[in-house]
């Protein structure tokens, strides 16, 4: 990393690893806010319906490029949605297209659009094999759904139930575990191999679960996988601070519209395009290792999915700057992440 002075930062320009752009309405009103500061983003799939064909995604593609501002350099990744039937065969046809960079697995009934999500990986298993064959990534939304076990287990009992048996089946394959919430998801990743690496959002490194509950329920707080205690938090900011390849940016920033926020059932999600490398620049200075940022915004998760970084940079400066408390979207707003704080970083401009 070139650091000109300790109030500026020139970094390769970061990739968002996991975000969800919608579409429609939607996706015009929020499209702009990642592609003016990642270079590239891995774009979620779970549209309804799902995006599970290679003709679904290359017409998403395209309403996703309409949707951003031709000032912008920004190339969105597609993923393939796996469900129960999912055609191995569409999988590898589009990954060898250019089309899908990755599948994401949803454990049906996750979260949000997943009611046609994976009901037991066995059902699976030839895709897995292709993918492993083709070396496709597997985006693991990494919980289990089993209504017995406690909404704050569920990633720690995903690991034991889940992923240590797709790691025993699959040893090639390529795997990342998303928007990871715990120590135990971060002792998992770094003690596998290679081919496994994680995602870290900007919001589960700034607050734990009683944020969630400070002073009365905080819904723009909600998201999934739901924030953990403090224990956990720490574990997180040590491992996306730690220069290590396996840790990298994904920012699962997720809008939804104040009223299916602030609703009698909300909606999980939280909205943080707008200010994320801002957001990941003030963890990494408060853990005293920006010298750390760039790998983790713009070098490791390239290097993970077999590509170059970015050639553009960017320009971090400290100065503060609000959050706006709320963004207009279609014919209501959205409360963002960090809305109305005062933030350390701005990003300035491109090198
Ligand atoms: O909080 C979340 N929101 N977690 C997810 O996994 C999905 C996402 C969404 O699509 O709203
Ligand atoms: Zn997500």
Known sequence: MNTQSPNQLTIHQPDDWHVHLRDGEMLAAVADYTAQQFGRAIVMPNLAPPITTVDAAKAYRDRILSAVSSAHHFTPLMTCYLTDSIDPQEIEAGFTQGVFT?????????????????????NITAALETMQRIGMPLLVHGEVTDSD?????????????????????????????EHITTKDAVNFVMNSGSN?????????????????????INPHLYCLPIAKREVHRLALRKAATSGSAKFFLGT?????TVENKQSACGCAGVFNAPYAIESYAQTFEEEGALDKLEGFASLYGPAFYGLKPNSRKII????????????TVMDTQIIPFHAGEVLTWRLAGFA
Not at 102 to 122: E, F, M, Q, R, W
């Open 252 to 256: 699962d920033s997720a809008p939804h």
């Open 196 to 216: 496994i690496a994680a995602t870290i959002t900007p919001h589960h490194l700034v607050y734990n679960r009683s944020a969630i509950f400070a002073g009365g």
């Open 316 to 327: 971090l400066e400290r100065q503060p700057i609000t959050a706006p408390p709320t963004l």
């Open 149 to 177: 076990i406690d909404i704050f287990d569920r990633e720690a009992v995903f690991i034991e139930r889940v992923m240590a048996k797709l790691l025993s089946r699959f040893p090639d394959l390529k795997i990342v575990f």
């Open 102 to 122: 990755a599948c994401k697995l949803y454990p049906a009934n996750a979260t949000t659009n997943s009611a046609h999500g994976v009901t037991d990986i066995d």
